[in-house]
Nanobody
Framework: QVQLVESGGGLVQSGGSLRLSCAAS????????MAWFRQSPGKEREFVSA????????YYADSVKGRFTISRDNAKNTVYLQMNSLKAEDTAAYYC????????????????WGQGTQVTVSS
């Protein structure tokens, strides 16, 4: 069982930045592809970004491309989401997810999920 703990959410003004972190309990962290999803009230959970185990392959949703950057530090069992130029529509609960397969996917087909961290962008 892999436990994922997100942190770094908060309230920020439009145009501001936040960095989310997700710490994993799994020692073989590099064997997991990792992703970030987000969900607003009344909406389905949507894909934000994903990264392969070694960090070479990265995917982004069109809505965040050029503004968000995903990265990982396998020595620290942590994945990050740097969010710049935040907009009001980025307001959501952000969830970290992991899957023990080599290829990241943009669907919710992940094995483990964190509890989420709230990001609120004021306009």
């Amino acid at each position: 069982q892999v436990q994922l703990v997100e942190s770094g959410g908060g309230l920020v003004q439009s145009g501001g930045s936040l960095r989310l972190s997700c710490a994993a309990s799994e020692r073989t962290f590099s064997g997991y592809t990792m992703a970030w999803f987000r969900q607003s009230p009344g909406k389905e959970r949507e894909f934000v970004s994903a990264i392969s185990g070694g960090g070479a392959v990265k995917y982004y949703a069109d809505s965040v491309k050029g503004r968000f950057t995903i990265s990982r530090d396998n020595a620290k069992n942590t994945v990050y989401l740097q969010m710049n130029s935040l907009k009001a529509e980025d307001t959501a609960a952000y969830y970290c997810a992991a899957r023990r397969r080599p290829v990241p996917v943009t669907t919710v087909d992940y094995d483990y999920w964190g509890q989420g961290t709230q990001v609120t962008v004021s306009s």
